[in-house]
């Protein structure tokens, strides 16, 4: 399980190809709570990852593996372990990778959904407390909201608290209407801020981000 607030590590992904997923078949057939993680990803790349554009791909499971090393913990309730996720991941990914999970998010928690609880687990989660596309779209506009309210304050000496939430909920009205995302306007707000990848994450996810910022 990746540490709390980072991806997983690349070789943990590879791993995986040796996990077999099957369903479940006779009563002592189940498998241990940190084997759920590897047996969805297996799942997800069996059914659905091949609806999900090639250039999302890697987005998308990884997204996935964030919020199945959670269900267990939080009952498989999504509208407790998104949220929290989506602003952790905030700090360390580029914008692109938030456009990414919501353009598949429908698909994603209907695999959830429908895959959860299947999973031989001894004791089984289901999945509930969903979040609506509008629901994710809002809790990204607003991190990528912060985000850019903290780049136009980033030269003042100290930041007004009350100065940043101001610009915050200007900013959200521009990028966020009608349950949807202005992604042009996103763009051009965060577009012109470096981005570097935690220098702690391994390599290969450290190239996957920065080529996912350059799209």
């Known amino acids: 399980m990746p540490k709390q607030g980072q991806f997983a590590k690349s070789a943990r992904l590879k791993q995986l190809n040796n996990f077999k997923a099957k369903r479940h078949q006779g009563k002592g057939n189940t498998i241990n709570n940190d084997q759920l993680t590897d ?12 609806r999900v554009p090639q250039s999302a791909q890697e987005t998308t499971q990884r997204f996935l593996i ?11 309730k999504l509208a407790k372990i998104v949220p929290e ?62 985000k850019g309210a903290m780049s136009t304050l980033l030269n003042q ?30 763009a051009a707000l965060l577009s012109p801020l470096p981005y570097q990848p935690d220098s702690s994450l391994d390599q290969v996810t450290q190239d996957w981000l920065r080529t996912l910022s350059k799209q």
């Open 85 to 146: 996720l989506v602003n952790r991941l905030n700090a360390q990914v580029p914008w692109q990778f938030f456009k990414q999970v919501t353009d598949n998010w429908n698909l994603l928690q209907k695999f959830l959904v429908k895959e959860v609880p299947a999973v031989p687990l001894a004791s089984r989660v289901r999945i509930s407390d969903q979040v609506t596309p509008a629901e994710l779209n809002q809790l990204v506009a607003t991190v990528l909201a912060e």
């Open 66 to 76: 964030e919020i199945a090393d959670q269900l267990v913990a939080k009952q498989g």
């Open 157 to 186: 000496t100290k930041i007004d608290p009350a100065k940043k939430k101001q610009t915050t909920q200007l900013l959200l009205l521009t990028l966020y209407q009608g349950g949807q995302i202005d992604w042009p306007k996103v």
């Open 39 to 50: 047996y969805l990803v297996v799942r997800f790349a069996l059914t659905a990852k091949r």
